[in-house]
């Protein structure tokens, strides 16, 4: 008989097939709105495989419905929408997507630090309101990127490749991190700093560290009040890792000059976020690995794992 897999939503028709080619497959059909809790927790309870996304909370009361369940595989990198303690109490393996979306994501995470510094958003508002009525020289005036200094913290393989696209800027690098990265330094002529360092010398500062309880709310407004009043704050990781609060008080006080948010604590971020009021804050609504060709990869390494796991082998991507 074969296993029973639940998709937690409508992926490639092309990824779906190649799972139902070994698996009975049961799937949410929407493509934009999250499963119902309580189909999620009706359809777990004699699911084989778990196809989840990070919109999904597999947490431990969810966990304990599974009577069958061997594999929860997450389209994603980061992995703090599952409980992986419950997961791994109950012997249920669980994997995650890395390295497909590494280069889509540093795209990202530079076009903000590019957008945010140059005022784009606000520049093509300003244009398309009517406001434009001469050329003036100090006229939406921004801060320069190139020969700027990069402050990155969390040099995994996203920072390092944000690393690589900032020598074509002819850009300073500093770097925090749970490690040094003796060999990496020397590549890309960056040095390691502690943290506060780190934060009151660069012009950018790019957060590409994991959501952890260590580093939840590592960016308050302590933190903020040390970066320089020109420099920029970018956050393409998880939303927990900024205070927002915080954030929009340093924002609005003048602490920091500008913010680039592609995550939030809250997702979607409410229109009514005091973050959205303001100006030089370019927010974008989670698109760091959204390429047509990443999003293809990550389903299909996604659908790997978990098909692996169903016919009793490892995973290429195990978390726990």
């Known amino acids: 008989m074969k296993p029973k897999v639940y998709i937690t939503r409508r992926i490639p028709d092309s990824i ?15 493509t934009d709105i999250p499963v119902p809790r309580e189909v999620l927790e009706r359809e777990i309870v004699d699911a084989d495989g778990l196809f989840c996304l990070l919109t999904e909370s597999v947490d431990k009361e969810l966990i304990a419905k599974a009577q069958k369940l061997k594999v929860i595989s997450n389209m994603a990198v980061g992995y703090n929408n599952i409980d992986i303690e419950a997961a791994k109490e109950k012997g249920i393996l669980v994997t995650n997507t890395p390295g497909v979306l590494t280069e889509t994501t540093a795209d990202l995470t530079f076009a903000l630090m590019m957008a945010s510094a140059r005022r784009i958003i606000e520049s093509s508002n300003y244009l398309r309101n009517g406001n434009w009525k001469t050329w003036s020289p100090m006229q939406l005036t921004g801060q320069d990127i190139y020969g700027a200094t990069l402050g ?4 995994g393989r996203i920072g390092a490749s944000l690393a690589k696209r900032s020598k074509g800027f002819d850009m300073n690098i500093l770097y925090y991190n749970r490690s040094r990265k003796p060999l990496l330094e020397k590549e890309m002529n960056m040095k390691y700093v502690d943290f506060d360092t780190l934060l009151s010398e660069s012009d950018f500062v790019c957060i590409m560290t994991p959501y952890t309880p260590e580093t939840k709310n590592l960016i308050t407004y302590r933190e903020l009040s040390l970066m320089k009043k020109t420099s920029i704050l970018i956050n393409t990781a998880r939303g927990g890792i900024v205070n927002e609060e915080d954030l929009f008080q340093a924002l609005k006080n003048g602490e920091i000059w500008a913010a680039g948010m592609d995550v939030f604590v ?24 959204a390429s047509v060709n990443t999003r293809m990869k990550m389903a299909d390494l996604a659908a790997v794992n978990l098909l692996l796991v169903l016919n009793n082998n490892p995973p290429l991507h195990l978390v726990v």
């Open 16 to 30: 779906i097939a190649r799972i139902e080619k070994e698996c009975e497959v049961s799937i949410w059909p929407e």
């Open 152 to 155: 990155i913290i969390g040099m």
């Open 266 to 289: 809250q997702e979607p971020v409410p229109l009514d976020h005091p973050l959205l009021t303001l100006p030089n804050v370019v927010t974008l609504p989670h698109i760091g690995s």
